[in-house]
């Protein structure tokens, strides 16, 4: 994923702006904790980034956008170049693919440039007390989701790098004890479809909270009458697909993916180990089996989709999704849940389950902009929209995801055979 | 483009199928007349393919899907596997981007082929007179709507062949005339606006008529309010958006789009060249002087969708193009005008022009099912669907397509990056 | 191979060297007649060249290096630049891997240019007859052993692309009947050693005779007393070494040459089809049977290492090789025995067999000057070493070399990778 | 450069061995100390590797090879895959490109695992003292030989590593204070020319001290009279020949050197930055000034090749540079001098200068095999040669090589691309 960015609404309270952005930057830093300075150099593929260049360019971020406008001197000149991501207007930057080739500065000097931009920051919010400066607070609150976008890379990123290690290592030394293999409790299993009648509905963003551009307008969809799974698909399910030889079959596959498969060598969806023994797949507190109710993860659009075909059904489209989610209480398995891992489905209770958090859900709908969608004024603006080709939906958040930066209308986007996410699905079917 | 198939409605007359067969096939190989066999060879680039090759693909279809089933041995058992695309049901094939390898079989012996199979399907038409068996009807008029989409493809893939060779050398041996540049006429170049006030619609195709697959089925859809150019975008026009920097200007593309324009040098539309004295293009008939009133060409979906931003307006979806153009006269500059080169808008008429023929036009829509989309069964239909990723969707035909091929309601579609398509674009706007 | 230019020796009879032209420039093109234009625009890899571009390059050579000076205009300005090689001295030329996309001019239009050149180059000799022209004579000599270096890469790059085409088509439409499967004779299979004291010993060319400038100038070496196989590798020896696993064990391989085989997939010589029956070869006359003890060919340098070291042997220097080859008869199976295969060796005979012809024999010798070599004036002599990096010596002439043009100092050179050429091996030991 | 290991002679004292042991083990640690256990992970290419593996994999070597076979349990049994280089028959390892991706084991495990292996070689050596096995003592003898390769290349890499962040750093916190740039000495930048008669003479290393396998067996070569010059090309005269366009003229080059001249861009030597203002370097010690009168570094055999041939000499032989080099006392500028930079030569003194250190000297020798080469038996021998292939053979050690570990026959080698090494040239011409 790549962040897009939004301004906010009006009036947000300077002191709990404060408390918030201690909060989200605190969050970012106790997620490399577990992690040694080699450990956050780490760059396995030009897709992901280092941890250190992660916890840099977030706080690089405050400071070119929020600091910078005012004057204030950059920590480091050459600072600029090394973490900047894509913003062209800003300036030129450091190859991505590169980024983890830069062992200076070190993962020391980057925990000091954070606390200055802290510090700086607070600073500045202080002076704001006055409620004089709507646009500082706004880029502020942007500044803390776009920071929270990057704590999920940070894990899903670290998680690809550990995972290539023979070793298996895990990302945390004492390892939460894994939740014991749930006994096969009475209709956790079992799968039911809600109904939806369609017709003339409305999804998207409107109202006072934060949401990103590329969420509005709302506006209206006409839906055809569609059945939406009540939980996700689980891992049990792909051993079927996998026994079923469904990996092998180019009946069930797109075309670009029955490509990707080939030329990859996929098998079985990334980190599992289904070599000989039980199969195990590998999670951030290393290997561990794989219960059959968990949910299905890691997987590409173009294995989703194929597993959807495979089950005589097919992926919903990002609006099914939201008219159904937008009704839903927003809970489930976060990265607060300390888990890291998706968790299966509770039992059924005549309601849609897992529709947030566990894995993002693949949609049948490519990333494209909105009717009406608008662009802002301005770097933070300069690119909101130019993710907008070659990327499929997700929706719902993961167990990687901060809860505070998930809800109904959030679309994440990923190309299609991106596996190293927490990425998942739920079937759908026309009425 | 890859072909989908599509069973047409009942009741086809035999005779007039079997006439239209003469007339579709014949067609073909007029296409490939003015080549010699040492052209008919070549491959530039593993999208595109022989003129050989399509010649025998299109027989292939008839063979392996019409005559095949009823047990009649192949011409050669060898061609089903040089000759099939992409069917893995009818077995494994020759690898795509070696298609310009096979000097044999000769180009003499795919015209043999051709008209082998020729003679065998006119025979099976006629055994078939009493209104016996409407599958096979079917299928044959299937094969000339997917030998349709090759003709096209001929016209496209010889370009990009020969627009490679230093010589410029020309398709045809005695070129047509160009036409003189046209006088600047009142109304020609100016652009008005089709105000559509949006609201509930349905596009897609339903009733008697041939259609493909992908065009169903007919279905609803909202739009907001919005604005559709009443003309292509011309080559002055891009002209202007070369001179503005606009293929230097990050900020006017999408993230892939850049990245691709930079990866491969582009300055210019394909075919254009600029370096020094009146631009120039290539064209079917050789390099010849670019007319600013001209619509502009040759166009990847990156560039027409930075053109659009550059011109402060966006690309329309395929709804708001269908919407518009279901009620449009269907004529244009077809393959038939024998210009194999798009002309000038004629002077404003109160009415959209050009939307059929000169140049397909990209949408902002991704290729993707529509609602309640089915597939076929059997080989045929294995692979409607298949391509339903990283494409987009391009409407109303070009000079190269056959005029009896065009429809208000075809969809093709191709990869963001192509270029040696007839392809450029219209402007939409929101009201 | 690239071929290299080498000044003549004094007095070429200018009768003499018109009647030669005559010959050498006719059969080039007898090598192409059995040919349809179709195959003779084939490029199947970037080391090799179409047909009809070897007809086109060796004719430009006389053009531009023997008619160009005397100030006569070129059949076609264009041509320069389509049928340079390599020549940075006279101009920028067409991209090498892009030459099978030249289906203009056309196979006739290249012959009209033969013809054309020919015309003026013997009408030029006619007027030299008075013998005041030396530098001519030279570079037309020098056009003629170029020339026929461009005969065996006619040969070996057609075989390489009909040898991709599935239908395994034979190079020549009434082949040659194979010769029978040779009896199994008393002595021919049999190998001995031919013991050689070694000391102080001379190679590489002086006297008269022409010579490429990488056989100057002879000097002296030091050898080791050695031994040397009178015969070449056999089909059958190489089939044990496939037996005894030969490529699958890496201790028998140099590093390089096991990631050549490890990444393209190597178990057996080019060309060899052993997936079951009968092991068959692809030959200029299509599929045939194996002979065991016909020479193994289509082999590497690293195979060949690799089968040297498997045999408890080594390949032998280009020294050791030239000092037993200096006084053998230079005789053997060439082109001109119309085989275009390689042939079992005869019954021993007390001397070393097949020196010359059947197959190019690797060497453990890289391609580097001599002591003292020097590169000529002016554009011929621009180049005369630039090849000498990255590639390994061959000696003998192969079973496509024509006679004339084989000679105990003749230096070949191939990277150590290739394998489309004619190319096997001989044992040696230390002694 | 790989590594190649070679039995020494008889007679290694015990405790003179478990002195040289601990040395050199430190020294190894010792060039580590500079660095953050960041630094020492980076792989900046797959042809260098981390710091980290190369402590790891010189102490892999002794515990495999001469720990191991005495029974010997592995200080951790998954150690062997991660840092086995290259010996197939010890076993399978990891790729050698995804070394930079081991954040685990860590920095301070790998230091745990030299202490082990440390102190169980020293128990085994002591246990040896009564000289019953002079097999184990000639594998610790060799290890050290091999740890010394390792040192140089822990310089080379890490240089490399850094030499790509754009912040320049510096290997060492506290760098030594660079040298005052020379003054113009008389006599420094004179270049004298030293003539050798040729004739018959030896190379190879012969008699009791340790030497790798490729320098034996001593053997005779016939040498053309030659003349060599006293000194090493400088930066200056590099200097004139970018200014001469040297790097802009394809008939100075090599082909396959001007082809990757071209792909890479080269236009100096690597790290040189001459973009503006005065020329500089990138040294272990960040950027300083070029000093015209130090030797030329960083140059691939390519550019060495060019430059010779610009300045109308060409490369020595390496029968030509040991031959001169035999008589010459083995003192230069190593990697004790702790300058890690060549430094200019000394005033003419009527002998040649530089021979050893500053900067390996490319020849124009291939690294083939010696006459009468022999490959060990077992696991140390089994790629004695097999790196014979590709490259160029260098002489002479440079200011990373550790003075113990050079000699006159010495060959050390790399492919003719390879620019990251200390490498320069000297001069040679026929007499």
């Known amino acids: 994923m790549v962040t897009s960015l939004h ?4 009036h947000l309270d300077p002191r709990e702006l404060a408390g918030r952005f201690a909060r989200v930057r605190g969050f970012t830093e106790a997620l490399a904790r577990p992690l040694s300075p080699e450990d956050c150099g780490l760059q396995s593929m030009p897709d992901a980034s280092p941890t250190k260049w992660h916890l840099a360019h977030t706080t690089w971020f405050f400071e070119a956008l929020v ?7 950059p920590f480091d000149p050459a600072f600029g170049y090394l973490f900047n991501s894509y913003y062209e207007a800003i300036g030129p930057r450091h190859a991505r693919p590169r980024r983890g080739m830069l062992s200076r500065p070190s993962f020391a000097e980057v925990l000091a440039y954070r606390a200055d931009v802290d510090r700086r920051v607070i600073s500045l919010l202080d002076r704001l007390a006055d409620g004089r400066d709507d646009e500082i607070r706004s880029l502020v609150d942007l500044g803390l989701h776009h920071e929270q976008q990057h704590q999920e890379l940070i894990l899903t990123d670290i998680k690809h790098a550990l995972g290539e290690n023979p070793l298996h290592p895990a990302y945390r030394a004492a390892p939460r004890r894994p939740e014991p293999l749930p006994q096969p409790a009475p209709g956790r299993a079992e799968l039911a479809w809600i109904d939806h009648p369609g017709g003339l509905c409305s999804i998207g963003h409107a109202g006072p909270g934060f949401a990103f551009d590329n969420e509005e307008p709302r506006h209206r969809v006409h839906l055809t009458p569609f059945r939406l799974a009540d939980r996700l698909v689980t891992s049990g399910e792909v051993m079927e697909f996998i026994a079923d030889r469904g990996y092998e079959r180019p009946e069930l596959w797109l075309s670009d ?4 498969a080939r030329a990859d060598g996929w098998g079985a969806p990334l980190y599992w180990e289904i070599g000989g023994g039980a199969p195990r797949i590998f ?18 659009y173009y294995e989703a989709d194929a597993i959807a075909r495979w089950a005589g059904a097919r992926l919903p489209t990002e609006a099914e999704w939201e008219v159904v989610a937008a009704s839903a209480p927003l809970r489930g398995n976060f990265v607060e849940s300390g888990l890291l891992h998706p968790r299966p489905a509770p039992p059924r209770e005549g309601a849609p389950r897992q529709l947030f958090g566990d894995v993002w859900e693949w949609t049948a709908s490519a990333y494209l902009p909105y009717p009406g969608y608008r662009a802002w004024e301005g770097a933070v603006g300069e690119y909101n929209g130019k993710f907008m080709s070659g990327q499929m939906v997700l929706r719902g958040g993961s167990c990687a995801t901060p809860e505070t930066h998930a809800r109904a209308t959030y679309r994440n986007f990923f190309p299609p055979g991106a596996r190293w996410q927490f990425s998942g699905l739920r079937l759908a079917r026309d009425a």
């Open 283 to 300: 999670s951030l507190d290393g290997l561990r089996p794989i219960d059959p109710c968990e949910p299905a993860c890691h997987l590409s």
């Open 7 to 10: 301004r906010r609404g009006p």
């Open 67 to 73: 600091l910078g406008p005012g004057g204030e001197p």
């Open 257 to 260: 993916g029955w490509a990707a």
